[in-house]
């Protein structure tokens, strides 16, 4: 049983600054390419940014420049440092973990910019 857990959301202000955490446990053999996905309010999910096995990473248009993605193979860990944050990137930030060939979703993380 896998399962993948966020951490790190909450409120902050305009132009502040959130790491987010996305741990997977459980039977993992392959841990491949994970993810970080956000929901806003009336909007459909859109993809912030991913990472692969070998660390190439890609980043949505919106939050390039501003936006980390990283991932420590080690603890199957994945962080989403967010700088300069603006208040439409207010949503809940899902993670996506591809673990042996089987995309497992997290709860979610409220992210709320204020401003």
């Known amino acids: 049983q896998v399962q993948v857990v966020e951490s790190g959301g909450g409120l902050v202000q305009a132009g502040g600054s959130l790491r987010l955490s996305c741990a997977a446990s459980?039977?993992?053999?392959?841990?491949?390419?994970m993810s970080w996905y956000r929901r806003a309010p009336g909007k459909q999910r859109e993809l912030v940014a991913s990472?692969?096995?070998?660390?190439?990473?890609n980043y949505a248009d919106s939050v390039k420049g501003r936006v980390t993605i990283s991932r420590d193979n080690a603890k199957n860990t994945v962080y989403l440092q967010m700088n300069s944050l603006k208040p439409e990137g207010t949503a809940v930030y899902y993670c996506?973990?591809?673990?042996?060939?089987?995309?497992?979703w997290g709860q979610g993380t409220q992210v709320t910019v204020s401003s």
């Open positions: 459980g039977s993992i053999f392959r841990f491949n390419a």
């Open positions: 990472i692969t096995s070998g660390g190439t990473t």
């Open positions: 996506n973990a591809n673990i042996d060939a089987r995309n497992y």
